[in-house]
């Protein structure tokens, strides 16, 4: 929970561009800040994270100590945090030059965050900020505080999340490794469009996880399981991986090309159950494309699509918290 649900909150609730600042950095918070740097949408240049807690140094040291590569892309200030006057200043610091920030704040005891992240709303709403009070419990009251201010300033300066009834869904639970690897492919799409400019308005497909149509969610899925065959058919596996960002891991030239056969084959059979059939335009209303041929038959831009689907999959996979390992061949067994 502490772990997906720091993912969950960078992707669904922090804003980006903005600095982001994490207060009381005790489990499940410590997630955060050992996620944070896998942000792709990139802190403000000169930025790192910020931890503010009673001992947010001693806790930051421990977590280098074990993930040496965090460097100096987090740092830590000391504050007590039953001094709301102390803590605005030092998230929000007086001149208003350090820029909106995204505040999420992860105590252990619920009533804690609420507490810190009430202290230092009017402060997120006079620097244009927001708080996010990340519960560690089940419930509604993370509904009540977002239906309270609904109609109101409140409803972008201060989220109430509740990690678990975030990370324990029906469809998280049931789906696993699968569903997580699904959700990251759309992240990664939608992160990729919105790069070239795409507007949401423009296209269904880059709505929220929560709001896409079914047929895009089983797409994802399907996506995301032959990704597993794929890996598994070429003798890897995959692991969960400490560190956020994408490892060095790559596929040989063979491996891509076999590979991004295999995606075409994929998407062609996906495309002729959904009711696809040729023609000489894509026409998501008619459902038509001129791509429903052999591999030998595509255009090569078209073949390169496939073959950096591939080459994409290490980043993917860390973005939902894996990476990929070449697993030791049997031993030949002698006749």
Not at 15 to 44: F, K, M, Q, S
Not at 145 to 172: F, K, Q
Not at 174 to 188: F, L, N
Not at 255 to 275: S, T
Request: charged share 25%; aromatic share 4%.
């Amino acid at each position: 929970v502490p772990d997906l649900g720091a993912r969950r909150l960078h992707v669904d609730f922090v804003e980006p561009g903005t600095r982001l600042v994490i207060v009381g950095p005790e489990p499940p918070g410590e997630r955060g800040v050992v996620n944070a740097p896998g942000r792709d949408d990139g802190l403000p240049a000169g930025s790192p994270v910020l931890v503010v807690g009673d001992d947010a140094s001693e806790r930051l040291a421990t977590l280098r100590a074990r993930h040496p590569w965090l460097g100096e892309s987090v740092v830590a200030v000391d504050c007590p945090l039953d001094a709301p006057t102390l803590v605005a200043d030092v998230v929000f610091p007086p001149g208003g030059t350090a820029g909106a920030a995204t505040v999420v704040v992860c105590l252990e005891d619920s009533s804690d965050t609420l507490e810190v992240a009430l202290g230092l709303r009017d402060a997120a709403r006079a620097h244009g900020s927001t708080i996010i009070a990340a519960l560690s419990r089940p419930g509604s009251l993370a509904g009540v505080i977002d239906r309270s201010g609904a109609d109101g300033p409140d409803r972008t300066t201060l989220r109430a999340v509740s990690l678990p009834d975030l990370t324990c869904t029906s469809e998280l639970v049931a789906g696993g490794t699968v569903e997580q690897i699904a959700r990251a492919a759309h992240e990664s799409y939608v992160h990729a469009r919105h790069a070239e400019g795409t507007r949401d308005t423009d296209d269904p497909s880059l709505a929220p996880w929560d709001d896409l149509p079914e047929t895009l969610k089983v797409s994802n899925r399907d996506q995301a399981t032959h990704i597993v065959l794929k890996l598994r058919r070429i003798g890897c596996g995959i692991v969960v991986a400490d560190d956020p960002r994408p490892d060095d891991f790559t596929f040989s030239t063979a491996e891509v090309e076999d590979l991004g056969h295999e995606e075409h084959l994929r998407w062609v059979a996906e495309r002729e159950a959904q009711g696809w059939r040729s023609g000489p335009e894509r026409d998501p209303i008619a459902r038509t494309t001129p791509y429903l041929v052999d591999w030998e038959a595509l255009p090569e831009d078209v073949r390169e699509l496939d073959r950096e689907t591939v080459r994409n999959i290490p980043a993917l996979m860390a973005r939902a918290g894996f990476a990929i390992e070449r697993l030791p061949r049997p031993a030949s067994t002698p006749t």
